[in-house]
Structures are given as structure tokens and as C-alpha cells.
């Protein structure tokens, strides 16, 4: 099932916002965009079970002492995360995506860590679980790696959420590296979006039951539409905080503005996770420009 004609207008209309006021402002989105990668690099590797927090992530990637004694691989998971995140800003307007791109992002991602898998998809006898999903076997993977790319580049008529979806839903399913196939496909996701001039999207951990869930439904049914809700929401509200800071306004949390303006908390949280307001989550918390003026009975 492809995305709502309601959510296309919506993203298109957002883009062309965006497009808009980014003309000269390109320095003030590079500095959004890094004071991010911390967030970003967090929730991906929660997502894989990794137990370093938040704070302690950006105490690794500002090279600060953490407090307790965290491993060595997850420092190195957290540091190779954030530099694969930082070069991709670049390197996504170069060249569309290919199996060398890919090999090269799990090659900087898994370096250090295992230097025996890093860079590689998996060969006779390296076959992989993820829950009741067996992957197909190695000797598969490179044809169906090359099949899925294929498949990305081919489809032009397909909206681009679709695409990338299904893309993130496959590339997950053929589970092709020993290791950091979640971390990969979801830098893959944000590699995507950027090589459309869209700005990247975070996946959250809090979230994580509901976009596991998508990759059961995509193998049971076929169909990828909780995936591009995922997507689709989730591309709002990287929008939305962009352009609040293209804007130049006071930015204050949720929480602050329903008591200023006398709003039902939980409606206001609910628009929030709905995209229905133009909200954003920094370091888990809801904002939303202060001047916003919004109308809860207006909403359909």
C-alpha cells in the first residue's frame, strides 16, 4: 500500500518550505545537522541493544571521560556510527547508492570492531538469525543486494517514501553483513533522503517495538505500509525542526507551550506524534516554535 495522497502533499508542501528558506542558510542546517549526530548515533545503536545513554554518547563523541566503565566496543560502535553519519552528508550528493557505497559505510562502521567482516557480505557458512527470521543463505546475498539496488534505481514513478522503504524493508530481509545490517540500513535510509535534498531522519528506540513489527508484516504480507508511515512521519518532523530553525524562532518545549497557551497536554502530544503540529523531539523531548498558533477543534 503506497503513501496517502494527504501525506504526499503534505511532505511536498514541506519540502518546497524548506527548499525555500535553506537559500543562504546552509551553514545554520550543517550546524542542526551535527549537533544531531549524537541523537542519531544513540537511538541507532539502542535499537541493537547497545547500553550506553544519550549523555554518555555525547561524552564519547566530544572524546570526555564517561563515569562508568563502558566497553571498548561500544565506544568504537558509537565513534564509527558517527563518523559513517557525518560522511554521508557529502558523499550522498556525489553518487546514487551502490553495493560499493554500501561495503564502504560497513567497512568504516565495523572497523576496529572485527576487522575480519568488516567491508564484506557474508560468505559460505556465515548464516544469520534475526528472531524467528533466518536470512537467506550467503550465497545468495550479493544477487539479491544487486536485485534490490536495481529495483531502487529502476522504479522512477514510485514515490520516493515508497522506495526507500521497501528498499530499507529488503535490504533488512536479505540481512547481508555478519553484523550492523540495522545500522546500515538505516544510514541507507538517510543516505537516500539526502541524495533527494531532504534533510535525515531519526529512528527512535522508544519506537523500536512498532518499526520491528514492520519488517514481520513486510515478510507475512507484503506489504511495507507501516514502514512508510515510519518514514513519512518521521521526514515531517525532521522537516518541521529544520524549518522552525530556518525560521529563526523561539524554540520552547511542548510542555511549556500548552501551559502558555492553555492546551490539553495529552491532544498537544498527540498532534505532536501525529505530525499534526509542527513539533520536534531534540534529545527526546517535544518543541515547538513559541509564536505557533494552533487550534486543537480545528484538527480533522
Known amino acids: ?12 508542501e514541506l519540502k518546497k518550505e524548506y527548499d525555500t528558506l535553506r537559500q543562504g542558510k546552509e551553514s545554520l542546517l550543517v550546524l542542526v545537522d551535527e549537533a ?17 545513554t544519550l549523555k554518555e554518547t ?26 559513517v553519519v557525518a560522511y554521508i552528508r557529502n558523499k550522498s550528493q556525489e553518487s546514487e547508492i551502490n553495493k560499493e557505497i554500501i561495503l564502504l559505510l560497513h567497512k568504516m562502521l ?17 548464516y544469520v538469525r534475526v528472531g524467528t527470521h533466518v536470512a537467506p543463505a550467503p550465497e545468495h546475498v550479493e544477487r539479491l543486494i544487486e536485485a534490490t539496488l536495481l529495483e531502487y534505481t529502476a522504479h522512477l514513478a514510485d514515490f520516493f517514501i515508497d522506495k526507500i522503504a521497501k528498499f530499507h524493508l529488503e535490504f533488512e530481509t ?4 555478519c553484523d550492523g545490517n540495522g545500522r546500515i540500513g538505516r544510514v541507507l535510509i538517510n543516505y537516500q533522503l539526502q541524495r533527494l535534498g531532504f534533510p535525515g531522519i531519526i529512528i527512535r528506540d522508544k519506537e523500536k517495538k512498532d518499526y520491528y513489527s514492520t519488517f514481520a508484516e513486510y515478510r507475512d504480507k507484503k506489504t511495507a505500509k507501516e514502514m512508510e508511515k515510519i518514514m513519512a512521519l518521521s521526514l515531517m518532523e525532521s522537516l518541521h525542526k529544520r524549518i522552525t530553525y530556518l525560521q529563526g524562532e523561539k524554540i520552547i518545549t511542548l510542555s511549556e507551550y500548552v501551559k502558555l497557551n492553555s492546551k490539553s497536554g495529552p491532544a498537544m502530544a498527540n498532534a505532536a506524534r501525529r505530525q499534526k503540529i509542527p513539533a520536534f523531539r531534540e534529545k527526546g523531548v517535544w518543541k ?12 480533522k
Open 288 to 299: 515547538i516554535a513559541e509564536g505557533f498558533i494552533y487550534n486543537l477543534g480545528e484538527e
Open 174 to 177: 536479505v540481512h547481508p553483513f
Open 36 to 52: 544531531e549526530v549524537a541523537e542519531a548515533v544513540f537511538n541507532s545503536n539502542a535499537i541493537e541493544n547497545s547500553t550506553l
Open 58 to 83: 555525547e561524552k564519547i563523541l566530544l572524546e570526555m571521560e564517561v563515569a562508568r566503565d563502558v566497553s571498548v566496543r561500544e565506544v568504537f560502535e558509537a565513534k564509527n556510527l558517527a563518523r
Open 110 to 126: 565495523i572497523g576496529g570492531i572485527d576487522d575480519s567482516i568488516a567491508g564484506r557480505f557474508r560468505t559460505i557458512g556465515e
Open 1 to 12: 500500500m503506497a503513501t496517502t495522497k494527504s501525506i504526499k502533499e503534505k511532505l511536498q
